[in-house]
């Protein structure tokens, strides 16, 4: 903890130097999942974004308490069905268990989150699992005067809480405005008739007779809103305030805006110091949408299965492009990008696997605490991935030259680079080599065989296609021949 | 669903033909870990055993829903420190939140459990997280006039239910004789002078001040009681009554007792029609015991790191092991008995691939739908594994001899012989070929895209040649063709 870490505040617009609040300890939240579908691109981001902090404060000596949510309940969506809970009305679709979902799409976001050598958190609340916190939470606002019942429903009443406190401390909107404006970004459209305003939000829903996901409190049987499980499980774990909280962009108004409001209804304490957002990922220039179809999921990504990929691009590909923009940054994903970044993670893991071999001189013609003060200084400087990966890039540059004979480096200058080269790309960026039969390949080399089985069914040579099916099967591969093409199981 | 499956049923001690409530569909509750500690041999045998019941019940067409729980609280032990939360006094000694023992060794036995091939239940309830369904349960009991409160605490009130209902149906214990007996097995001492009866047993407990796990609840701050989660979420996701209830015999009682109990004082519905229990583990003949050192973890197996193992045993080794005895028999583990486990699976596995190598004659020497039919019956009399692995190892030895040339089968018995045995030993029995490093798998699918452009190539079809080609540079694969064939390489 000798060094000094800046981390941007979105609460104060600026980069502050990080204090904790109890020397050597660290208590991180950061916003999970909602699992009612597999995981996608945007989930990738914020994972990885924050398991770089996670590692790099793990470095730097501090015990870190990570907790990362999973919204299983409660998730309202301004679709056209109006408020409903999304993993509800998948339920109905499917006619299974709400739980059975959300416990199929946790597993799955697990499954693929932890190809890109993201760390477990230390605490993996689920809101379903924390009603009890959140209804004492909002029974706690309610005695003090900060939110009310309306039809067996309850709402945070904004325009009181700002009366004596600062709701848009976080996002700089502005009250009135919101009152008066169009009211966008607003998730529930539903129930507006209950509120005294339409800037209130629900900290506690009614359900209806339908409605499969519900618990008894003391106003209803229902549900709690959105906003209302992160405050009531960060504080559970972590305590009334704690040092940070992490999250995409999208989620700092109104989610982390209403995070607030809630603590600060609930204990009059402001709950975070360093507030972190992510900035967003755009494809091809475009914002990622449902109605554009350009939402690539994580497995899609492992297998070059989407007709916007040319290739297969590997998890550890995918989490150095990721790195290689400094997280304030939007990140633009397009193939070229990820080619590149599939290159130059190759160049860096090169470079390290050339260091046993280098021979050593009497003298250095690079100065190697440069290289390691840069990068410190760039992690230092808000997390920047961009720069300190640029710094060992230029590790890199100088560990091929005294590969090739154009430069030299002392023993002692050797063990530093070493020792720092391993230790940043492995430790900090969590970069590792994949494992040549790793699943990403089994992916691509079995969507080839499928397409070859495609072409030679195309042309009726079933003795070929049934060659081909048989040789798989021998090898623990099923096919399973479906409508829209084959698919694949290993048993 | 042709099959009639028999299932030895616990509660009735006999075996009984299987029928599921609602054709097609069956609900299945296994009793899962206390998560405060690293799982061990004991974990392995009812999570395999459970898995078999799932596989083969999935196999005959039934869709379960398999609920798996994990007790992260509530669990008291018998121990010197008299009815201390586990978890918590682990969370005390590590200075940890308890939230993050659990959570550490609940993705550590999710880890070793899934080694073992073990399928994911389809809901994986905490029991942290349904502290409010079972204090339903618990006021539902209350209301009924089973359960009385005191200081704080409820307990069951097993001598007024057993006046109307029966105490002991399930494990065959007499009331009056564990009043007046030395009250073997209970596992709650704190508390005694609370009760009416000694046999009355904890629904809820106040916790004493510096207790850390603590809900709210209409008696007190505290906690539940070990058996009324499994009753209370068993119910909540399976319903009111529901198929199949296993777990070891160690849980019949008191645990399995108390939640008939609890269920029918709650809802007057016996909870389950069919109890299910696998029996026990013994280590070199010995009882499994902390006094007696035994206790070998599951990462300790597989690593072969325990004083007691002369080597490593692989996770299918394990399995294999298991499923060599009948649920019901107790299994001694011992080196030997290990050794041979894994020279049987070799047998079995090697069979299974020298199928698709079979030459088939115009009349078979063994009668294949023996075979089948004895492995069926074994599996539908109450999943006798160790008698459908036999049919298996004589399947294995037609396999041998057809390939050895002293015996003939036909193309249509190898059919059967090649899908029945290829399902059993993968999908019902879950035993699949050890990653001998995933790399075999690129090796096996890289050989089959360079025999199939063989082929392209012999048709002198080099456009498809080219396009397999590219295809795999574009994976990083690079081929290069020789004299006698072509190799590759990757990048």
Redesign the interface.
Known sequence: MQQNLYLYNSLKRTKELFTPITPGYVGLYLCGPTVYGPPHLGHARPAVVFDILNRYLHHLGYKV?FVRNVTDVGHLENDADEGEDKIARKARVEKL?P??IA??YT?NYHEEIEKLNVL???????A?????EQI?MISQIMENGFAYESNGSVYFDVVKYNATNHYGKLSGRVLEELIAGAGEERRELEGQEEKRNRVDFALWKKASPEHIMR??SPWSDGFPGWHIECSAMSGK?LGETFDIHGGGMDLLFPHHECEIAQSVGATGKDPVRYWMHNNMITINGQKMGKSLGNFINLSELYAGSHKLL???YSPMTIRFFILQAHYRSPLDFSNEGLKAAEKGM?RMLNAKALLPKLKTSATSTSKISDVIDSCYEAMNDDLNTAIAMASLFEGARIINSVYAGTETITAADLDSLSKFFTLFVEEVLGLKEE?????S??D???S??L??RK?VKAKKDFA?SDK?R????????KIKDEKDGATWT??
């Open positions: 308490r268990e739980m059975e416990q199929l597993d477990k958190p230390s605490i993996e609340p689920r379903s699992g924390h009603i009890i004492a618990w008894p774990y040319e290739q297969a190759k494992a040549l039969g790793d699943d390949s089994v691509g080399l079995m080839i065989i397409e070859l072409d070929a081909i048989d040789m798989l099967l021998a090898l623990g591969y290993r048993e």
